[in-house]
């Protein structure tokens, strides 16, 4: 692994754009492909699943009305907000990824709102979320590290009024899972480079990603006056849990 003395701050300016042209490719989908997953990577997924489902149910009962998930992708979590008795709604911004969600929607005969826009843009006007709704606010699958100005992200969670959960990868036991899972994706020369707010990894095909640090993401916390907890799982994964200071 590469060392860099600098933070995501210092990245140019094309580093922390949307990765729009990446998943809108042939590989933004090997990247979402199950057949690709190694055995870490599915024990992640599985453990996200049941360890946000454990904290919802047992720790806070009628709390949400809603969910709202990020990078929805097909809806893969709205069996999860379905389990939980919650509103599912999600965005993308992949339009191919909605038209799925949408056909899943229909197919199981569900009331559910997906919506194609960037998470960047999101604001009282144009979420999807009726505006009265307590909102839990889902960002799975380190979707977090494909996002390069967290702050401004937390900051549109917080004036939203809207709780979260982001699952990421855990930076203090990283396996090479997790580079064989890119490469396993088709991603070409991928390197790690860790930074001191966080590791990036980057490949020839134009794929950035972050595993944002647990001190960094706690710093984002207290600045912006969340609540924070965090929630190790499998091998690789931890759950933070962002909730608004009373």
């Known amino acids: 692994m590469k060392s860099a003395n600098f933070t995501i701050d210092d990245l140019e300016n094309h580093e922390k754009e949307d990765n729009y042209t990446f998943y809108a490719s042939h590989l933004g989908k090997e990247i979402l492909n199950h057949h690709n997953y190694p055995p870490d990577i599915r024990e992640y997924l599985k453990c996200e699943h049941q360890t946000i489902h454990k904290l919802l149910s047992q720790n806070n009962g009628e709390q949400y009305d809603a969910l709202l998930e990020i990078g929805c992708a097909n809806a893969r979590n709205l069996e999860l907000a379905s389990t939980l008795n919650l509103n ?135 600045i912006l006056n969340f609540n924070l907890s965090i929630t190790d799982f499998s091998n690789i994964g931890k759950l933070y849990y962002f909730t608004k200071l009373q």
């Open 88 to 222: 599912y709604f999600g965005i993308d911004f992949i339009e191919k990824e909605i038209r799925l969600a949408e056909q899943k929607i229909k197919e199981q005969n569900v009331t559910a709102v997906v919506k194609c826009m960037s998470f960047m843009h999101l604001t009282q006007k144009n979420t999807p979320v009726p505006l009265h709704a307590r909102t839990i606010c889902l960002l799975p699958f380190n979707l977090l590290g494909n996002i390069f100005d967290p702050v401004k992200a937390f900051k549109i969670m917080r004036n939203l009024g809207y709780d979260m959960l982001v699952s990421t990868y855990r930076d203090d036991v990283l396996t090479d899972s997790i580079t064989q899972y890119y490469h396993t994706c088709g991603l070409l020369n991928v390197q790690r480079t860790e930074l001191r707010n966080g590791i990036l990894f980057t490949s020839l095909n134009g794929f950035h990603s972050i595993i944002y640090k647990s001190h960094y993401l706690k710093r984002i916390a207290a």
